[in-house]
């Protein structure tokens, strides 16, 4: 079969270092563009301007979005009615409506829209997911806790309004729980801990219906975590490693095979096969509760 070429737009860190080689490490795709104001690819046909690629590109049937979330939008948007499909990084929007609007332009134009959830796809959810479906939770607790000057120096849009500070990281736990649950839960009630040279938290923590918690931390600089413990009964499920390692009862299970993202194009090519969108804003919502219902604790200034 021929390969599905596809287009990068938002040459950053997520699109050098996990989209360029699942693209190029897949016989079911081809890397035919990039659209990026100052980033190309190595032997990639590169533009500056996504008007131009959509005009040029005809044969382009994908585009993936890897721009952080709040250019993200006029790109999904412009895509959308040049009748290409589109995958959007996570998080999906920087906002619910707008994601709704994109979701009714997406039907509209029959393209299909896959809002990606990367950590969806690490290789210990789907047996804690099988594990858990048919069980009675007792508590959920959540701690991410990571270094932002670690991960992220010099990407000040995350600090910005729309960036959603430690929320960007957080939202990937709260993929992992939204997807691993057998109920729903709800947000009610969060604290919120702001620098005062940051728009967005850098702190956070969560308490939801059900004895379900979450502490998310960027300050993390040693001993960070990325983990989900969950009690069912006498039974314990541990996700470790950003839902990468699944424990059940202290036993190591089974991983998928493939790795997030290389799971992601995968789960692209099925979407595109079935002609369906994927669309699930639920960890989305929990996030924009927290700015809701959050109480704002304002904190020292923190460079990064
Ligand atoms: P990034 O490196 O800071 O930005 C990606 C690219 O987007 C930039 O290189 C830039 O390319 C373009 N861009 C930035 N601001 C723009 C604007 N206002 N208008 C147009 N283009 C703009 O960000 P990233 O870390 O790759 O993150 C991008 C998305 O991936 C975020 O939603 C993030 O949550 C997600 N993600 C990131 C990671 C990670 O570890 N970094 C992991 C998983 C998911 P040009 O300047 O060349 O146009």
Redesign the pocket.
Known sequence: MMPTKIALV??????R??HDPSIRNSDAWELAATV????SLKGVEAFTDMDAMLAARPDISVISL??????RFDYAKKAIAAGRHVML???PGATLAEVHALQRLADDAGVVLFATW?SRMAKGVAAAKAFLSDKQIDNVHIDWQESVRK??PG?T?IAQPGGMGVM?PGINALSIMTEVLPMAVHLTGATLRFPENWDTPIMADLTFTQDVTASFDWTREKDEQWEIHITAGSDQVTLIEGGNRCLINGEETSQTALDEYPALYARMSDLLANGTSDVDLSPMVHVSDAFTLGKRINIPAFDF
């Open positions: 938002g040459i950053g860190e997520i699109a270092n996990q990026s104001r100052s980033g890897c721009l952080p979330p709040v250019p990084e996570k998080p990367h991960w992220h990407q849009w960007d």
